[in-house]
Each structure stands twice: as structure tokens, then as C-alpha cells.
């Protein structure tokens, strides 16, 4: 299928336009990461994040008050994409030591309505979990079910027949669902998600994050160096930044102002960027390719007309694959879920601003090197 099969736009004579332009987003985006700054996720900055779902939607601010009551200290709750589920976030990983005699009782509490008065030992106990011993087999396994059932991540500590332990998992979600269900009886809930991060674990993956997506450009300059010549690598890349920084910069300026959209920085959205450099690349390869077959067959046009006669005749490729891909992404954006929302949103703006800097950053930067060295560009 072909469209715009005979182009004839003068791109690069609009290119001066297009600086301004970049520019522009460039340092709203810059001033809106220094000043607002970006929201992280648990992954970079570590605690416990926690997902409910209930069946009936949720006064948030009723949630609040019951939860800053349990004694975990301050706790950050939101709704996560619908009025029925609250995400619920909070520095802590561990149920603090005051907490923790509590948390026990209640679990003895839940053994003693199964079976009042069971015998029953502590054999075990850490301030992430308790291992109980029971008189027999039989009494174990129907405490374990129960008590599972109850909310409790109860398990038996070993398959064999004659097992008489059981162990309990002991972590922030248990002690909320407790207390929780108590006050909230008449809109029952589950939870969806329990994420523990420590914080030096979450600096670590902060600072990996920056080296993959650095390391990445590296790459790709070396690669397309080797391919073209070195300013048409240097372009490729400093369009990639373009690219990277600009969608940064949008959730910085957008964080908090779409209502059910999740702008936080955390992994997957680490994985999206590193999937819109790889696809950005792939556009200014496209048109790369064209120039250097164009400047093969037209050796003495100017590299102006040739960047423009490339562009044009990439044109029809890169509207037709551009937006199939957009018409995807934008499918997982609006029916895709919370998880996935935040990540299709990344990839919907970047494949827009990638076409872009193909064009008007890429190949204009070639342009603007040539006219300065008047160098002629050979392969």
C-alpha cells in the first residue's frame, strides 16, 4: 500500500521552526523535572506498596482516617484506575516492633476460632513470619486452610504426610486486611498486589536503570558509526536524547494532572523507554538508508534536496507503520489496564515525538554539520 506517493515537502527549509519547537518542550520539561520533579515507584525508592480491591467503590478519604489508625505511621492511598481500588504506599517494609505482638495475637485469635483451645507451640519466629507446631496432621492441614481463607499467607512448612507445622507470613497487607475487614465489613476486598523493596535495593536498580538506558545509546552510536558515517550516528543519538528527555519532561508536566493515569517511574516504565529507543532508531534507519542510496545515484544534488527526497519517499513507511503501532498502543492505553496504562502511554507519545526526530532532529543535524565544515557527504 502506498500513500503519499508524491511527496513534495520541503522539511528541511522548516527546520528552524522545529528547533524552536523542541526546544521549547525541552525546557518546560527540564524546568517542570527541577521543579515539580519525577514521581518514582516503589522499584527506585523501596517500602511497601500494597493494591486493594473492593467490591463496592471506596471513599478515599473514609479510607484514610481507618488506616492512619492502625498504627503504621503516614501512608500515601490513591485510587488505581477505578473508584474500587486504592493503591496504598508506604516507606516501611517490615510491621514495626510495636505492631508486631498484635499482628501475632490476631493470628492466634483466627487459630482459636478454628479449633478454641488447640494446643499449639511457637517454634519459629522473625519479624516477616511465625511457624506454629500442632498435636497432629489432620488438626494442621484444616488450621492452614482455615486460617489461609481468613486472609493470613498461612501454608504448610512441608508436604509430607505427617507435617504438624504450619507457617504464617507476616507483612504490611496483614496487618491492614485485619483491621480493615473489622471496620469495613459491608464492602469486602482482596489483595490485588504486594511489593517489598528495600531502599538500597530500589538505589541500586535507579542506577542500573540510568546505565541501561546509557549504555543502549553508546551501542547504537558505535553501530550506526560502523553503518553510516559518524555525524549520522551522532544525529541518530542526539535524537534519541531528544526523544528520552522530552517524554521524561512530559511526565513530570503531566503527573497528577490525568485523573486514573499513573505517571510514576519504576521499572516497566524503564523498559518502555529502552523499547522507544529501539524504535526510534529503527525510523531514522529508514531514512538513513534512503539518503545514503539517494546520495549513490544523485552524486552532485545537494544534501538538501537529498534529505528531503529521502524523507518524502520514507514518508508513506513511516505514517503507515507509525500508525498501526499507535492504533495498537493506543488500544492497550485505553483498555489495557493500570499496569499497563502507564507503560502504553510512554510508547504513544514516544513513537509521535521519534517520527518527529527522525525528521527535524536527526537528519537536520546532519544538514547543519555539512553546511558549517562544507564537507561533502561520500559513501
Known amino acids: 500500500m502506498q500513500i503519499f506517493e508524491h511527496l513534495k515537502v520541503d522539511f528541511m527549509g522548516k527546520r528552524k521552526f522545529f528547533y524552536i519547537l523542541s526546544s521549547s518542550l525541552f525546557l518546560l520539561g527540564m524546568l517542570s523535572i527541577v521543579f515539580r520533579g519525577l514521581e518514582f515507584g516503589i522499584d527506585f525508592k523501596g517500602g511497601s506498596e500494597i493494591i486493594l480491591k473492593f467490591e463496592k467503590p471506596v471513599n478515599i478519604g473514609a479510607l484514610r482516617n481507618e488506616i492512619e489508625k492502625i498504627g503504621l505511621g503516614s501512608m500515601e492511598l490513591k485510587t488505581y484506575g477505578s473508584d474500587n481500588a486504592v493503591l496504598i504506599r508506604t516507606e516501611l517494609q517490615t510491621i514495626p516492633a510495636n505492631i508486631y505482638p498484635k499482628v501475632i495475637q490476631s493470628i492466634q485469635s483466627e487459630i482459636d476460632k478454628v479449633i478454641p483451645g488447640i494446643e499449639r507451640k511457637i517454634i519459629d519466629s ?7 507446631a500442632f ?12 486460617v489461609f481463607a481468613a486472609g493470613f499467607q498461612a501454608a504448610k512448612i512441608s508436604e509430607e504426610p505427617s507435617n ?3 507457617g504464617v507470613s507476616i507483612g504490611i497487607s496483614d496487618w491492614i486486611k485485619d483491621n480493615l475487614r473489622e471496620k469495613i465489613k459491608d464492602n469486602p476486598f482482596q489483595v490485588l498486589k504486594e511489593d517489598q523493596i528495600g531502599p538500597k535495593v530500589g538505589k541500586e536498580l535507579k542506577t542500573d536503570a540510568i546505565i541501561a538506558v546509557f549504555l543502549s545509546l553508546v551501542g547504537i552510536l558505535v553501530y550506526l558509526a560502523f ?13 534519541l536524547f531528544h526523544d528520552v528527555l522530552i517524554t521524561l519532561g512530559l511526565y513530570a508536566i503531566l503527573y497528577g494532572l490525568i485523573p486514573g493515569l499513573n505517571l510514576e517511574v519504576d521499572l516497566a516504565i524503564v523498559a518502555a523507554f529502552l523499547t522507544l529507543i529501539g524504535y526510534s ?7 538513513f538508508d534512503r539518503v545514503r542510496e539517494n546520495l549513490k545515484i544523485h552524486k552532485t544534488m545537494p544534501l538538501y534536496d537529498v534529505l528531503n527526497l529521502s524523507i518524502n519517499r520514507t514518508m508513506s513507511r513511516t505514517v503507515l507503520t507509525g500508525g498501526t503501532t499507535l492504533l495498537a498502543v493506543f488500544v492497550i492505553l485505553v483498555f489495557g489496564g493500570e499496569v499497563l496504562r502507564a507503560f502504553a502511554f510512554t510508547l504513544f507519545f514516544g513513537i509521535i515525538i521519534g517520527t518527529y526526530s527522525s525528521i527535524f532532529v536527526a537528519s537536520a543535524i546532519v544538514l547543519e554539520y555539512v553546511n558549517k565544515t562544507k564537507k561533502k557527504v561520500e559513501f
Open 227 to 239: 553503518r553510516f558515517k559518524f555525524i549520522f550516528a551522532l544525529g541518530a543519538v542526539v535524537a
Open 126 to 132: 522473625t519479624i516477616n513470619s511465625i511457624t506454629f
Open 281 to 287: 532508531v529503527n525510523d531514522t534507519v529508514i531514512v
Open 164 to 166: 504438624t507445622k504450619m
Open 135 to 146: 498435636p497432629n496432621p489432620d488438626t494442621t492441614n484444616i488450621i492452614v486452610e482455615k
